[in-house]
């Protein structure tokens, strides 16, 4: 499940450089532009462009340019400065004249930009839940349908709501048809996720995070927003549903690393009839390579353990970085000689507008 290679990109330049290819290559050229700006930032002499420049660790690992990323949307989504909107709406597009105004509001802005570099940014994508519900239906074939789940690295609990969304995935509906959450990617590839068979049903979904965001709160959902793409379509919409679920029943998250929870749900006594499973999207690469380690440890051990009447299962939608897609895979144990094995099912649009299906 691990996937470093990408991570390993320690050197400013280079890791600048694959954040904004990435940002290129999923719709959003304009977030590209002013994420290799900051080049020049880390030219200039202000706060931020020194500490970006004296910045102790991996530069892509860290997630350094999302973070100087976000703190200047929030600019514009707070109202406190509103140039960047020429930017994202493609008015301006010669990257001199990006560098300039993003070298200007820094500049103008060295107080608020600064500690947006404190912390990763949350990037929970409520469409990254097409591939994690198609994963769960496979699933649902292979071991009890009755799933109680736990989501590493859940933010804000985006994802960790996913029972409560409405998903049109190819041929497959699923969930409430009443949501306000819509989930319909592009599907792609051979064939669709099998139906939902007899008994399919998500009994629970708790989510950790080390820092938790509350989306009841407007100022915690605005530094949400600050980290969406401006100008990846959909995504503000998808948002403010995942608020308006969240104000009616707050998603079930707990401030916690993700080695000790795992530990914790694992150790949680497991009725009969119902299978286990930990889901993340787009977290694992940001995990200390110890901290990969001991959850594969600790997966793997309960794994050996597992039974038909009590499964445990391993849902990953993680970064491909040949491809820059989403690539969703399958683990699981129930006392079967397919135990453990790896199937990957699909490779997504990093925000879920496509999904290009390969499972069987």
């Avoid at 949307?73 to 930017?87: I, K, N, Q, W």
């Avoid at 590839?189 to 708790?206: C, M, R, T």
């Avoid at 989403?326 to 490779?347: C, N, Q």
Wanted: hydrophobic fraction near 40%; proline fraction near 6%.
């Amino acid at each position: 499940m691990s996937n470093e290679n990408i991570m390993a990109i320690e050197e400013f330049a280079k890791a600048l450089d694959w954040q904004a290819v990435h940002a290129e290559q999923n719709d959003a050229p304009c977030t590209a532009r002013v994420v290799r700006a900051l080049a020049k930032v880390r030219e200039g002499n202000t706060a931020t462009g020194r500490r970006i420049a004296n910045w102790e660790g991996l530069t892509l690992k860290d997630a350094l340019p999302l973070r100087v990323a976000g703190g200047l949307h929030h600019l514009l989504l707070t109202g406190t400065d509103d140039r960047l909107a020429r930017v994202y709406s493609g008015q301006i597009s010669d990257q001199r004249q990006v560098d300039a105004l993003v070298c200007n509001l820094v500049e103008t802005y060295d107080h608020l930009l600064l500690p947006w570099l404190d912390g990763p940014p949350q990037t929970n994508e409520a469409g990254r839940a097409a591939s994690i519900m198609a994963g769960l239906l496979w699933l649902a074939h292979k071991v009890a349908p009755k799933f109680e789940l736990y989501e590493l690295g859940a933010s804000a609990g985006v994802l960790t709501m996913l029972e409560r969304y409405r998903f049109q995935l190819g041929e497959t509906a699923v969930g409430p048809e009443t949501s306000p959450m819509q989930i319909s990617p592009e599907w792609r590839g051979k064939g669709f996720p099998p139906k939902a068979p007899e008994g399919f049903e998500i009994l629970s979904v708790k989510g950790c995070d080390v820092a938790t965001i509350d989306l009841s709160d407007p100022q915690s959902a605005l530094k949400l927003k600050s980290y969406v793409w401006p100008d990846a379509p959909g995504r503000m919409g998808r948002i403010d549903a995942a608020i308006e679920l969240a104000s009616e029943s707050p998603p079930d998250l707990v401030q916690q690393d993700a080695g000790p929870f795992v530990e914790d749900m694992l150790a949680r006594p497991q009725s009969e009839g119902r299978t286990k499973a930990m889901f993340h999207s787009i977290m694992w690469q940001y995990m200390p390579v110890e901290t990969q380690e001991a959850i594969t440890a600790a997966v793997e051990a309960a794994g050996a353990e597992a039974t038909s009447a009590r499964p445990l299962a391993w849902v990953a939608l993680e970064t491909d970085p040949a491809t820059f897609r989403h690539e969703l895979r399958v683990r699981y144990w129930s006392g079967s000689a397919e135990d453990g094995a790896t199937t990957v099912l699909s490779h997504a649009h990093p925000h879920g507008a496509w999904v290009d299906w390969s499972g069987a």
